[in-house]
């Protein structure tokens, strides 16, 4: 597995390019609506929120949205289309948990998506969404089933290979999260070098704050 922090500002112009994470995160967003009752009066955190894709599928159904990303450029993208389509409902926050910088404020909704396994040490990750969720707020977590490192072409920035529901189920339960669903939320295809296409299921787990 390789170590090394991925510089997502290098990909952040051509991300919204690939077909596959636009569908993807059209999906997600798809199933957090099927397990979360969204309203007008929410404020929604996207931890992760890169270029924005969740964030915007998921807007119109919530009163305010805070994107938050450790990476300028995929900020910026971000930024551009919330100007475009005059959501002013939205606002962006360049914010590096890993370097120990905390989001301001409180959240009825926290979503994350395929953010997780490019943390390092994420069970602190998961004190930081109990601290910004509203008692009785929503978490929803998407990311991959556990895998054989192939989902990547470049495992750079990667620190986990998917992930254990059952462990990620126990990071929600000790940081004060209960109610705890899951589910299969999509499946990501992808050719392998040798023509086989393989799938990679990715889950969505949701929780509600004590």
Excluded at 82 to 93: G, S, V, Y
Excluded at 117 to 145: E, N, Q, W
Aim: proline share 3%.
């Amino acid at each position: 597995m390789n170590t090394e922090k991925k510089d997502f500002d290098k990909e952040a112009a051509n991300w919204d390019e690939n077909p596959g994470r636009v569908k993807l995160a059209k999906e997600i967003a798809e199933a957090i609506i099927k397990q979360v009752v969204l309203r007008p009066d929410m404020r929604l955190l996207d931890f992760g929120c890169g270029t924005g894709l969740l964030s915007i599928e998921l807007q119109s159904r919530v009163g305010s949205v805070t994107g938050v990303d450790s990476s300028a450029g995929m900020l910026d993208i971000f930024k551009a289309k919330t100007a475009k389509f005059e959501l002013n409902h939205i606002e962006t926050l360049l914010f590096d948990f890993e370097k120990g910088e905390t989001p301001e404020g409180s959240y009825d909704v926290v979503v994350s998506n395929m953010t997780l396994h490019h943390i390092k040490d994420v069970r602190p990750l998961f004190d930081l969404f109990s601290k910004v969720t509203t008692p009785g707020g929503y978490l929803c977590i998407a990311d991959l089933d556990l895998e054989d490192g192939q989902f990547h072409e470049d495992n750079t920035g990667v620190f986990h290979h998917g992930f254990d529901r059952t462990i990620l189920k126990g990071f929600f339960l000790k940081t004060g999260f209960r109610d705890i669903l899951e589910t299969t939320a999509t499946e990501v295809r992808k050719p392998l070098k040798d023509g086989v296409v393989k799938r990679f299921p990715v889950f969505l787990m949701t929780a509600r704050k004590v």
